[in-house]
């Protein structure tokens, strides 16, 4: 920030009573009732005064604003947007909206987003929504999303928070330059083993295991840094350690699912290794975890524990986040850390990598973009016919056989290679099925799929963790994405997109899956296999019963085998009745088919989830439903 005279700050009330302007006080505390006149003497001067921020009532974003001193260095006048529009601007502290006007070039009004289609066709280009998280929900923010999907460069950019004045310090932190030296770039990763390349520091599950991975996050200012790991809206595993989104101070809301904590249980990972989010100061936070940043109204827990809403209480004046769920891993660690080396954008780098897997946008920005010129563009995302039945099971046996998703130790391996040796002899020229009709043929492999299904059954139920219920991630891996996307209704009732990744070779098979937003990656199937939804009460009292209806629609007229399991760590205190079953369904027709799931009292209140799979020649489907174990009512 420019040095000013000093007979210009002097006729200043407000600076008279504090500072003069540095690099220390780039962010002047204010009071709501001082903000609006606040704000309108930075705007007037902003090369000599300091960015107002309400920090009344929130003592910790009083210490965020402490860690900002240390990260930025200066002021400058941040590159506008094309268009922004406020949320619920009644809502929010007043000054608030004329210090967000210069972050774009025109300004429309709320009302217009009735209608996203139109709004989008009035308004081209990048878009700015500004307004508190529990403005952004699914209408109209979802339409706005996909509008900018591969849209207008930096199509859709939010800046929000848990409550005014959250969204105040986001705004706020959009004039921040970072200082000199704040250079580091870092990625944490739990699920990977990437390179290292030069410029970046990697730290992966092996230095979980020897290094003080909480030290190394919080003893370091950050240019950008990433975590990518397994979690929930309120938490990013990296081994023992955890990136924490609780928010002591903030208020619980009343009647809200939270994790173990909102209850006085204990955290499931060691408390002297959390890393609370607001704490960590970097100038850009990346939240490479499924759900880590959903809409308001798609949130499985309170607030007070989100991860998203932690991140923009701290100094972060970036946060990409994950609105649903996605496919992240190598080629996205690759991507991002290039370019976070050269300055390209995260969240348009992450989701142009991931194009290629998912049809929907996997980040959003919150904080805005660099100027167009100066960050680089994102890389660019037969005659005779054997019974179809016979066909169908062929190339499924070639895909548990031919690929690597059994081990070769695998108990099924001897049984489907049996059965694989059938079908090659019945579909071969018809010389070779002179002994037998297409109808003993088909008698006897309905006979061997009966069996074998029987087997798998009983397999899943023993081990829901078998390595053949991995089968989505491991073709999907060796797949790309088929254009066409259907728009479905996931079975809590929002909608959804079903999409199909192909197999890129003969021994991979093409799998379905449904994702929505608020429930992430709800179904997966194979082709002609049966589809499956599930439908529960979203929450269950300790020592209750949840009543699950499934809903299953056959591929064919005949014997489908059904079960329900729960997670490893659920599995102790929940029981499924039936665990399996076997019925008759008609190919084609859904049908109903009920579980009860009995909880001990002593379970521990937080998110868990089920699933009900179906099996059906060779093909396991799967539908998987969230809810919540509340305590016992008095």
Avoid at 113 to 123: E, G, I, V
Avoid at 547 to 562: F, K
Wanted: with cysteine.
């Amino acid at each position: 920030m420019n040095a000013a005279p000093a007979d210009r700050r002097s006729d200043r009330p407000e600076q008279r009573s504090g500072r003069p302007p540095g690099p220390d006080t780039l962010f002047r505390q204010v009071t709501h009732r001082q903000l609006p006149q606040a704000v309108k003497e930075f705007l007037d001067d902003p090369e000599v005064l300091a960015v107002p921020v309400p920090t009344e009532g929130r003592p910790d974003l009083a210490v965020s604003v402490e860690l900002a001193h240390r990260l930025y260095g200066g002021l400058r006048q941040p590159h506008p947007l094309d268009v922004g529009i406020l949320l619920g601007g009644a809502d929010l502290p007043d000054g608030l909206a004329e210090l967000a006007r210069p972050l774009a070039r025109t300004w429309a009004t709320e009302e217009e987003l009735a209608d996203p289609a139109a709004f989008r066709a009035r308004h081209d280009g990048s878009l700015l929504v500004v307004g508190r998280y529990d403005r952004l929900t699914l209408d109209p923010v979802r339409a706005l999303l996909m509008a900018t999907y591969r849209g207008p460069r930096h199509g859709l950019t939010l800046l929000s928070g848990r409550d005014g004045a959250s969204v105040a310090w986001n705004v706020a932190k959009q004039y921040a330059e970072p200082a000199p030296g704040v250079d580091a770039v870092g990625l944490f990763t739990d699920t990977d083993r990437p390179p290292r390349p030069s410029g970046v520091r990697v730290f992966d599950d092996r230095d979980f295991e020897r290094s003080d991975i909480q030290a190394e996050i919080l003893g370091t200012r950050w240019r950008r840094v990433a975590f990518q790991g397994h979690g929930k809206d309120d938490s990013v595993n990296l081994g023992e350690f955890t990136i924490c989104g609780l928010n002591g101070t903030a208020p619980a809301v009343p009647g809200l699912l939270g994790p173990r904590c909102a209850y006085g249980l204990p955290c499931y990972k060691p408390e002297d290794k959390l890393v609370p989010l607001n704490r960590v100061e970097a100038v850009e936070v990346v939240l490479s975890a499924c759900n880590s940043g959903p809409l308001a109204d798609l949130a499985l827990y309170d607030p007070k524990y989100q991860l998203l809403l932690n991140a923009l209480d701290g100094p972060a004046r970036t946060v990409v986040s994950a609105v649903s769920v996605h496919d992240s891993d190598r080629p996205e660690n690759v991507a991002w850390m290039h370019g976070a080396l050269v300055g390209a954008d995260s969240v348009d780098t992450l989701n142009a990598s991931l194009a290629g897997s998912h049809p929907y946008p996997a980040f959003m920005r919150f904080g805005l973009p660099g100027a167009p010129d100066d960050t680089p563009p994102p890389p660019a995302p037969a005659d005779h016919r054997p019974d179809p039945l016979l066909l169908t099971v062929g190339a499924r046996l070639t895909a548990y056989l031919a690929s690597d998703l059994l081990p070769h130790n695998h108990p099924l391996r001897p049984r489907l290679t049996k059965l694989a040796r059938k079908v090659d002899l019945w579909v071969a020229r018809p010389t070779h099925l002179a002994d037998q009709s297409p109808e003993q043929i088909r008698t006897s492999l309905t006979a061997d799929l009966q069996s074998l299904d029987h087997a798998i059954t009983e397999q899943v139920a023993a081990d829901p963790e078998t390595e053949l219920m991995n089968y989505p991630a491991h073709f999907g891996d060796r797949s790309s994405l088929d254009p066409q996307v259907r728009e479905v209704t996931c079975h809590c009732g929002r909608p959804a997109q079903e999409f199909t990744r192909r197999g890129l070779l003969p021994q991979v098979l093409d799998t379905t899956c449904a994702v929505c937003m608020r429930c992430g990656d709800v179904t997966f199937r194979i082709p002609d296999a049966p589809a499956l939804l599930a439908h529960a009460p979203d929450a269950v009292e300790q020592g209750g019963v949840l009543e699950v209806r499934a809903t299953v629609t056959a591929a064919r007229t005949g014997p489908v085998r059904l079960g329900l399991f729960v997670p490893s760590y659920l599995r102790e205190d929940a029981t499924a009745e039936p665990a399996t079953t076997r019925l008759r369904l008609t190919g084609g027709r859904a049908e109903d088919v009920t579980f009860r799931v009995r909880f001990a009292p002593g379970t521990a209140p937080q998110a868990y989830y089920f699933t009900v799979f179906a099996v059906q020649d060779l093909a396991v489907s799967t539908a998987r439903r969230h809810f919540g174990v509340v305590p016992r009512s008095a």
